[in-house]
């Protein structure tokens, strides 16, 4: 009975298997895709980068190393033009990777062929028996480079005896150029693979000659010299920043022994080596070292490299070493939001070292934060003309699809997109179930643990005055609310007054209160008596305004007067002007309008009881704002019957209860107030800047 139950269990186990594969087999077979492997891999495609030139691509595994094949070995070449390297970019002048570069694939990449105009060197193999005859090396204008090797032109060996060089004569018996000699071509040229007999008769001995450095080809063959014969020393070929002295009988020495073009007489094998005295300063340039923090990683597209914040220091062979700052660098303009890495180029006396900087570093588009002032025309509300402006940035707009995004926050908690803008990931937080952004797409509750990214865009302004309180500064208001979430006060059980400096302090104190600190990057007393330090430094202004852009908004002394809480029209029309809750004057760089100010008829602003849908039948806006798709997120509410507008505070704390404060309805009313503790309502900030 064990028997058939095991039995049955292997074909069962079988037929999965089989189904599996079947399943398997359409889904690559009919998509072109394995279902098993498609995230794992990432293609790599090298352009030739000119009319008529190859593409070669390659699917490797990502987040491993891979080195490049050469350019020629990829079928890519240009006839009259020396391969310089690879870049990110079509218009690239200079390479970003030389040929053979190592890289750390994470996704597709595309790379182009970088061309310099150059001679060309025609390798002639001068023996018809071997299947490859010829090959070709283009070296660029006044460039010097090694003469590349047998192997490296896929030449074979000839059955005529020992390959020594290269001469301008197929007829040569000897080499005018040995193997790997720097060659400065100053036109087209052709040469001729020079071989010496293997044979050795009994009167035949060896002559080798090393060229004795590290690096360099190990030794340079001529054979089958008759003893007694004599040979005529020549120099090898060319060492850069060295001169060739002559030759000496141990690799050891420095010592020289023969001279070049001295005559030998060969009586039994030779052994040589060369003798090279430096002529580079300090040796010559052995490497280049990077060390410190970047001050800064993240670049607008055509900003400079700034290496603020690193030590360059370049080092010789005799140990001497010296800090340099005129190094270049491969930073580029192309956006790049998945990390660049960034490598620095010293050359001292024609000799090139590199060093990689720690980075990564990103390239965000050239518009993506905005830090001056810029004029954004006009708008008429209610028949009256304002003046808009952008200023500042922050999170407004859902993202598009098929945006990519940096792995991590890399500016401003920000991250940055594939479009070279930076984006802000929230968890969503609706106020209400059916709430939409501006592309139709449901804004989710808190419960729905959703993240979204939000596109950080320049804050649009509406110009209230240009003189704000007789002190020649225009005051400025946002026209959307940018965001919620954050309470005029938070209170754990009221009343809740405050003791600070010996004072009693109300709940809606606008000077202690919490908007006051987020808006301004400030420390807040909570209910408590406890310092919070959350917004310190890390509010809006910090949020939305550049160092620089900060610099240019005005510190303002704002009124908090009994009479700033009063309609414009009427200084008295609450509790009789009394308000035992207002609170001294602050200087504050960003804060919220009084009721006063949102009622002053010199701002556009109507009387706080015309707005739209009020008895007399009014269609006032000048007070309505909207929520932007951010603002939506983060709790902001909006009523269905003021076509979605929200409501936002103002700085005005109501006379009682000392839990309340002035608020703008949806419609646009100013005759409205609520528990400060609701986050809800919507934030609205204005701040002053020059004419």
């Known amino acids: 009975m064990a028997k058939v139950q095991v039995k049955k269990m292997k074909k069962i186990v079988m037929l999965l298997l089989f189904s599996f594969v079947l399943i398997f087999s359409f889904i690559s077979c009919y998509t072109g895709i394995n279902p098993l492997s498609i995230n794992n891999y990432c293609t790599i495609i090298f352009n030739a980068n000119y009319e008529g030139g190859n593409v070669y691509s390659q699917q490797l595994l990502k987040y491993e190393t891979y080195n490049f094949s ?12 020396a391969f310089s390297g690879w870049a990110s970019s079509p218009d690239a002048v200079r390479a970003d990777y030389p ?16 061309w310099e105009a150059g001679y060309t060197i025609t390798y002639n193999v001068n023996d018809e028996t071997l299947q490859v005859q010829t090959a070709t090396q283009i070296i660029p204008v006044g460039q010097s480079q090694p003469l590349k090797t047998l192997s490296q032109l896929r030449f074979g060996y000839s059955s005529k005896g020992a390959f020594v060089g290269w001469s301008t004569s197929p007829d040569a018996t000897t080499a005018t150029y040995m193997n790997k000699h720097y060659f400065t071509p100053t036109e087209d040229i052709t040469l001729y693979a020079v071989w010496v007999s293997y044979e050795r008769g009994e009167n035949s001995c060896t002559f080798t000659c090393y060229v004795n450095y590290e690096g360099a080809d190990p030794a340079y063959y001529l054979w089958s010299y008759q003893k007694g014969s004599e040979i005529r020393l020549s120099s090898p070929y060319y060492r850069e920043g060295y001169e060739f002295k002559g030759w000496t ?4 020495s420095t010592s020289v022994v023969y001279d070049c073009n001295t005559g030998v007489i ?8 060369a003798v090279w005295e430096c002529t580079l300063a300090h040796g010559g340039l052995s490497n280049l070292t990077v060390s410190g923090t970047p001050e800064k990683t993240v670049y607008m597209s055509g900003e400079a490299f700034d290496g603020s914040g690193l030590t360059v220091v ?15 660098d491969n930073l580029g303009t192309d956006i790049c939001y998945d990390g660049k890495i960034v490598i620095l180029t010293y050359v001292a006396e024609s000799i090139e070292k590199s060093a990689i900087v720690t980075g990564p ?17 006009t708008k008429t509300i209610d028949g009256t ?21 940096s792995s991590s926050e890399v500016y401003n908690g920000w991250y940055l997109g594939s479009d070279g803008y930076f984006y802000e990931k929230c968890r969503e937080n609706a106020y209400a179930a059916d709430y939409t952004y501006s592309d139709g797409t449901t804004c989710a509750q808190w419960s729905a643990n959703s993240e979204k990214y939000f596109k950080v865009e320049p804050i649009e302004w509406r110009v209230l005055t240009s003189d704000y309180n007789s002190t020649g500064k225009k005051l400025i208001l946002a026209e959307n609310l940018l965001t919620a979430n954050v309470s005029y006060y938070n209170y754990a059980s009221y009343p809740s007054t405050r003791s600070i400096d010996g004072s009693t302090i109300q709940p809606n104190n606008y000077k202690y209160s919490q908007i006051r600190a987020y808006l301004n990057g400030l420390t ?18 910090q949020k939305a305004f550049t160092t620089s852009a900060q610099n240019l908004i005005f510190d303002t002394e704002v009124d908090n007067s009994e009479r700033s809480t009063n309609p414009d029209a009427d200084g008295t029309l609450w509790n009789s002007g009394t308000n035992d809750n207002v609170c001294a004057n602050t200087t504050d760089q960003i804060f919220l309008l009084s009721e006063q100010e949102v009622t002053t008829s010199n701002y556009g602003f109507a009387a706080y009881d015309v707005y739209i849908g009020d008895s007399n039948g009014t269609t006032e806006s000048s007070r309505v704002r909207y929520a932007t798709d951010y603002a939506r997120a983060n709790y902001t509410y909006q009523d269905t019957s003021s076509g979605n507008a929200g409501s936002w505070w103002l700085r005005s704390p109501y006379y009682s209860p000392s839990s309340h404060a002035l608020r703008i309805g949806p419609a646009g009313n100013a005759n409205n107030y609520n528990d400060i503790i609701y986050n809800y309502r919507g934030i609205c900030p204005a701040l002053c800047l020059s004419n």
């Open 385 to 405: 003309a304002y003046q808009l402006v952008k200023f500042g940035d922050f999170p407004q707009t859902i993202a598009a699809s098929g945006i990519s995004y």
């Open 524 to 541: 807040y007393y909570d209910d408590s008596n406890t310092v919070k330090d959350s917004y310190e430094n890390n509010g809006f202004l």
């Open 249 to 252: 009988t141990s690799p050891e």
């Open 314 to 328: 370049a080092n010789y062979a005799d140990g001497y070493s010296e800090t340099v700052t005129t190094y270049t």
């Open 266 to 273: 060969v009586k039994e094998d030779l052994y040589l080596y």
């Open 99 to 114: 040929d053979n570069y190592s890289v750390y694939l994470k996704e597709d990449m595309i790379l182009y062929a970088v």
């Open 70 to 81: 050469s350019a020629s070995d990829m079928g890519i070449t240009r006839d009259g033009y």
């Open 361 to 377: 570093f990103y390239i965000a588009a050239s518009d993506a934060i905005t830090q001056t002032v810029i004029n954004n025309g």
